[in-house]
């Protein structure tokens, strides 16, 4: 059974006015509660209509931002400490890409728990799921790669930086961090770069460098399908969404990086393809046109946030 039957499952005996009003409730207080601290799921219906809401743009960013990660990355990992765990989604995502051996879940919210257990049972053998307060309490173990999704946007800038230095202890060599592609959300992940970096970091994805970022507002775009009860609950008509997302990966150990990354859908006109590329050197707009033959081809297929080795034959 899938993740999203399993969620619909969850929510069976309950209205969709009951449902709407959950949803609404959840998003007043991501918007207007996030970056205090305070908990934003506090029952256990609202645990399972957030799944409804975020487990498939949850997943599918992570899995984006996994992938272009790992396609320089060459080094074995078998172990994930995940932090703020919720659903399970950022666990599932990475062990459809990994196999991973074994798993750690840190969660705070019991009702979140619940959900994230359900939800992740078909791997139940491998995940140890654990609560923790990532503010206050201490992570004992380590592993190959530490991820935290959509998390340090809801903490306080002190408690941001307190948990970076404890991820940074506990892994051994990865950090996965993805948040919101809004503008707040990419200035977290760049504060968290920044900090990383300081620390020792090389970044793995998706920056072609360590420097000072070039972009205002460095974000990916990944689709995602809508359930007829996502669709329900949200009113919406259109059969999938555009989830926009920032992230960073980075190691402590490795550096090879790409040359370029595309930062911008690209614009295809009438014979030729305008793309916006973040460089080594730069940030920079470049047109492609059919008399640049394979390089054109190859262009014509590329979306925001994949790599641009070509760029080094012009």
């Given at each position: 059974?899938?993740?999203?039957?399993?969620?619909?499952?969850?929510?069976e005996?309950?209205?969709?006015?009951r449902?709407?009003?959950?949803?609404?409730?959840?998003?007043?207080?991501?918007?207007?509660?996030?970056?205090?601290?305070?908990?934003?799921?506090?029952?256990?219906?609202?645990?399972?209509?957030?799944?409804?809401?975020?487990?498939?743009?949850?997943?599918?960013?992570?899995?984006?931002?996994?992938?272009?990660?790992?396609?320089?990355?060459?080094?074995?990992?078998?172990?994930?400490?995940?932090?703020?765990?919720?659903?399970?989604?950022?666990?599932?995502?990475?062990?459809?890409?990994?196999?991973?051996?074994?798993?750690?879940?840190?969660?705070?919210?019991?009702?979140?728990?619940?959900?994230?257990?359900?939800?992740?049972?078909?791997?139940?053998?491998?995940?140890?799921?654990?609560?923790?307060?990532?503010?206050?309490?201490?992570?004992?173990?380590?592993?190959?790669?530490?991820?935290?999704?959509?998390?340090?946007?809801?903490?306080?800038?002190?408690?941001?930086?307190?948990v970076?230095?404890?991820?940074?202890?506990?892994?051994?060599?990865?950090?996965?961090?993805v948040?919101?592609?809004?503008?707040?959300?990419?200035?977290?992940?760049l504060?968290?770069?920044?900090?990383?970096?300081?620390?020792?970091?090389?970044?793995?994805?998706?920056?072609?460098?360590?420097?000072r970022?070039?972009?205002?507002?460095?974000?990916?775009?990944?689709?995602?399908?809508?359930s007829?009860l996502?669709?329900?609950?949200?009113?919406?008509?259109?059969?999938?969404?555009?989830?926009?997302?920032?992230?960073?990966?980075?190691?402590?150990?490795f550096?090879?990086?790409?040359?370029?990354?595309?930062?911008?859908?690209?614009?295809?006109?009438?014979?030729?393809?305008?793309?916006?590329?973040?460089?080594?050197?730069?940030?920079?707009?470049?047109?492609?046109?059919?008399?640049?033959?394979?390089?054109?081809?190859?262009?014509?297929?590329?979306?925001a946030?994949?790599?641009?080795?070509?760029r080094?034959?012009?």
């Amino acid at each position: 059974m899938d993740c999203i039957t399993k969620v619909e499952e969850m929510l069976e005996g309950y209205t969709l006015n009951r449902l709407r009003e959950v949803a609404n409730k959840i998003s007043y207080n991501y918007l207007n509660e996030s970056g205090t601290g305070n908990s934003l799921i506090n029952d256990e219906l609202s645990a399972k209509v957030y799944a409804s809401m975020r487990f498939p743009a949850t997943y599918n960013a992570c899995l984006s931002s996994l992938k272009y990660s790992l396609e320089y990355y060459n080094k074995d990992i078998n172990t994930l400490i995940d932090i703020g765990s919720g659903t399970g989604a950022t666990i599932l995502a990475i062990d459809n890409l990994i196999n991973l051996k074994e798993i750690t879940a840190f969660e705070i919210n019991d009702h979140m728990m619940g959900v994230g257990k359900t939800l992740t049972e078909d791997i139940a053998e491998k995940v140890n799921w654990h609560k923790l307060d990532i503010t206050k309490d201490e992570i004992s173990i380590s592993a190959d790669i530490v991820s935290v999704s959509y998390v340090l946007n809801e903490l306080n800038p002190n408690d941001r930086i307190k948990v970076l230095d404890k991820i940074w202890e506990a892994s051994k060599d990865l950090i996965l961090i993805v948040d919101t592609g809004t503008p707040t959300g990419f200035s977290v992940v760049l504060e968290a770069r920044n900090y990383l970096i300081n620390k020792g970091g090389n970044v793995v994805a998706p920056c072609p460098h360590n420097d000072r970022c070039k972009s205002l507002w460095c974000h990916f775009v990944t689709r995602v399908n809508r359930s007829k009860l996502h669709k329900l609950i949200k009113e919406a008509e259109a059969p999938y969404e555009d989830e926009k997302y920032s992230f960073v990966c980075i190691s402590k150990s490795f550096n090879d990086q790409c040359y370029s990354r595309v930062t911008r859908h690209p614009i295809i006109g009438k014979g030729h393809i305008e793309l916006e590329l973040c460089s080594k050197d730069k940030l920079e707009k470049i047109v492609v046109s059919k008399k640049d033959g394979e390089f054109y081809k190859k262009g014509r297929k590329l979306r925001a946030g994949d790599s641009f080795d070509e760029r080094k034959s012009i």
